[in-house]
């Protein structure tokens, strides 16, 4: 009970950061080979594109936000200046089996998106930053609904990379 209490807290206190991931959104992702060799991603934050002969490093990892919340994230190094990072946020306990938890969570996640549909915001796409926090300079950002999105975003990437053949994945 004190874990359901110290979450609901959490997400009230924090919720500008998680502002609610749904990842019960229909799946129309698509990833195709094209004939350039550049890896294009059209996702719902903007449209992100990189020549494969300048990717450098492409990789997958998580971590633990303010023990509240779970981020899963891309990245793309390349030659240039810029890194590109792509991420999903869940909060820890999102996929509990407890029905008391899970229901807390839920509530709290409709409110925000209410508040969000409100003032004509995507809450589960948009990124969100506290200077100086979480700015990073020449850092190109992109949130995810979920990490089965991202998932699908890194192979996509790491195809591309790996046969040296341009593909483009889009998130709708």
């Given at each position: 009970?004190?874990r359901?209490i110290?979450?609901l807290?959490a997400l009230?206190?924090l919720a500008p950061?998680?502002?609610a991931q749904n990842?019960?959104?229909?799946?129309?992702n698509?990833?195709v080979q094209?004939?350039?060799r550049f890896?294009?991603?059209?996702?719902p934050?903007?449209?992100y594109?990189?020549a494969?002969?300048r990717?450098t490093?492409v990789?997958?990892h998580?971590?633990?936000v303010?023990?509240s919340?779970?981020?899963?994230e891309v990245?793309v190094?390349?030659?240039?200046?810029?890194?590109?990072?792509f991420y999903?946020?869940?909060?820890?306990?999102e996929?509990?089996?407890?029905?008391?938890?899970?229901?807390?969570?839920?509530?709290?996640?409709?409110?925000?998106?209410?508040?969000?549909?409100?003032?004509?915001?995507?809450?589960?796409?948009?990124?969100e930053?506290?200077n100086?926090?979480t700015?990073h300079?020449?850092?190109?950002?992109?949130?995810l609904y979920g990490k089965?999105?991202?998932d699908q975003?890194?192979?996509?990437?790491?195809k591309?990379?790996?046969?040296?053949?341009?593909r483009?994945?889009?998130?709708k």
């Amino acid at each position: 009970m004190k874990r359901i209490i110290i979450a609901l807290v959490a997400l009230i206190t924090l919720a500008p950061l998680v502002t609610a991931q749904n990842n019960n959104k229909k799946n129309d992702n698509t990833d195709v080979q094209t004939k350039l060799r550049f890896w294009e991603a059209s996702l719902p934050g903007g449209d992100y594109l990189v020549a494969l002969n300048r990717i450098t490093s492409v990789s997958m990892h998580s971590y633990v936000v303010n023990g509240s919340f779970m981020v899963y994230e891309v990245v793309v190094d390349t030659d240039g200046t810029a890194l590109a990072r792509f991420y999903a946020i869940e909060m820890i306990g999102e996929n509990t089996k407890s029905n008391i938890a899970k229901n807390l969570l839920d509530r709290g996640k409709d409110i925000i998106e209410q508040g969000g549909s409100r003032a004509g915001v995507d809450t589960n796409t948009l990124v969100e930053k506290q200077n100086p926090l979480t700015t990073h300079a020449k850092t190109i950002e992109y949130r995810l609904y979920g990490k089965s999105d991202l998932d699908q975003l890194f192979n996509s990437v790491k195809k591309a990379w790996r046969e040296n053949r341009g593909r483009k994945f889009s998130i709708k």
